[in-house]
């Protein structure tokens, strides 16, 4: 049986070997839940909270290639309407919720092959689930929740 899909869309996939991720005639899609110039690979959320950088929390829609999460970007977008009272796990539900949006305005584009793709010039660090202590990061949250109430008691102010 011969397959010849245009494009693949892939969300919270392993990493694809190149032989599948060539298949389709306009390349695979990833939904990424992180802002790749700031967070790849696993619970990127987790990351930027573990970091103090809530600005950093959102969705990257981007073109699958060799590297782990950093072929050319469709579009990215920050998650926005979290609160202080956001567990991680509502925050990792928020932040794919982007990834389904940015997808949404974006799925005519990709496939009517009409999308403007570019590179992304400066990678995040990369984190593997060997990189993963959930026990410390846990503990460092609490720390963090006061850094957290700053900075929307800041944003809001701002805004």
Known sequence: MEIDPEVCFVF????????????????CVNIHTGLVQHHRGVDSPLW?????????????????????DGGKIIAQKNTTGLTIED????????T??????????????????????YPLEERGKLYQTKDMNYGK????????????????TLFYKIN
């Open 12 to 27: 919270g996939a392993p990493l694809l070997k190149k032989d599948l991720y060539d298949i389709p005639r306009r390349g």
């Open 87 to 94: 567990t991680p796990e509502d925050i990792f539900m928020r």
């Open 137 to 152: 990061m846990l503990d460092e949250l609490s720390a963090l929740e006061k850094q957290i109430e700053i900075f929307f």
């Open 96 to 117: 794919c919720n982007t990834g389904f949006d940015i997808l949404e305005e974006n799925i005519y584009n990709i496939l009517y092959d009409s999308v403007t793709a």
């Open 48 to 68: 930027a909270i573990n970091e103090g950088r809530v600005d950093t929390i959102g969705a990257t829609l981007h073109f699958i290639d060799c590297s782990i």
